[in-house]
């Protein structure tokens, strides 16, 4: 099934919740891009895992907030795979907990550009492929949002928050912008979900931290994140577009 099936970008695949989706797509019969930024052997492991399981993938190295990168990987797709129907803009960074007394315009400036600026050049580049107004024959894009976006983020990293926020608003109004070329532009905001971003954040132990305060009184897994993608990626969401769906545990 999957060597005709349809292709699926996602960006920031080989680790934690991207990983999950790219498995979780693989395994709904798409042939999957997955992209990275440095980490090519946890890359290429998803790769190979899909494979074995007899789906399709290919490994595609870029920084989401370099706009030749964002070229180049959305070319070599085209080349490989010859078509793109979905795009999962789920490439994200945090930085160390601080207050913005504390945080330099550099720091500023990296988190707009791969959570904010990366999300809209892969989507400028799914949209020129897509957009039936374009020559396209439609498809869906799902970015990753945050219930930070929401709440904020005080003390710990509200340019991040502040980001997410841009990226729910972002999926709002590109979701308008091309309903009418055959796109549906969805989002998905998840809690508290366990998965190495913390650890880069210098917070190891921030699930342990705040999983009390999730009325579910747990984290979520990745997979969990994967399985609200990939239904707003399916046709069983066909009238869904700018939707920001919150996978939470209810916080
Ligand atoms: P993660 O485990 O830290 O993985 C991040 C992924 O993004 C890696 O594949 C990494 O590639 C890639 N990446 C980082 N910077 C990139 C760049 N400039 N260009 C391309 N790829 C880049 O993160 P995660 O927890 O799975 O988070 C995935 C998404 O969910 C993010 O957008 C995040 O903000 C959002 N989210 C996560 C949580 C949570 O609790 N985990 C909660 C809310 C929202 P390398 O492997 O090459 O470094």
């Not at 946890?42 to 895992?49: F, I, N, P, Q, T």
């Not at 799902?142 to 997410?164: F, Q, T």
């Not at 650890?199 to 921030?206: I, T, Y």
């Not at 066909?238 to 209810?250: N, Q, R």
Request: net charge neutral; aromatic share 4%; proline share 2%.
């Amino acid at each position: 099934m999957s060597k005709a099936g349809p292709v699926v970008l996602v960006t920031g695949g080989s680790r934690g919740i991207g990983a999950a989706i790219a498995a979780a797509a693989a395994r709904r019969g798409y042939r999957v891009a997955v992209n990275y930024a440095a980490n090519e052997t946890a890359a290429k492991a998803v790769v190979d895992a899909i494979e074995a399981d007899g789906g399709e993938a290919m490994a595609v190295a870029g920084d989401v907030a370099r706009e030749a990168d964002v070229v180049a990987m959305f070319a070599a797709i085209d080349e490989r795979f010859g078509r793109l129907d979905a795009l999962v803009n789920n490439a994200g960074v945090v930085d160390r907990k601080a207050r913005l007394d504390q945080m330099s315009a550099e720091r500023l400036e990296r988190m707009m550009a791969v959570n904010v600026v990366g999300t809209m050049l892969c989507a400028r580049e799914a949209v020129r492929r897509m957009s039936t107004k374009h020559g396209g024959k439609g498809g869906a894009i799902v970015n990753l949002g945050s219930v930070a976006a929401r709440l904020g983020s005080p003390g710990e990293y509200v340019d991040y928050a502040a980001a997410k926020a841009a990226v729910e608003t972002f999926t709002t109004g590109l979701a308008r912008e091309v309903a009418e070329e055959g796109i549906r532009v969805n989002a998905v905001s998840p809690g508290l979900v366990a998965t190495e971003i913390h650890a880069s954040g210098g917070q190891p132990d921030r699930i342990e931290r705040l999983r009390g305060m999730i009325p579910m009184k747990r984290e979520g897994r990745p997979e969990e994140i994967a399985n609200a993608v990939l239904w707003l990626l399916s046709e069983e969401a066909s009238y869904t577009t700018g939707a920001i769906l919150t996978v939470s545990g209810g916080r």
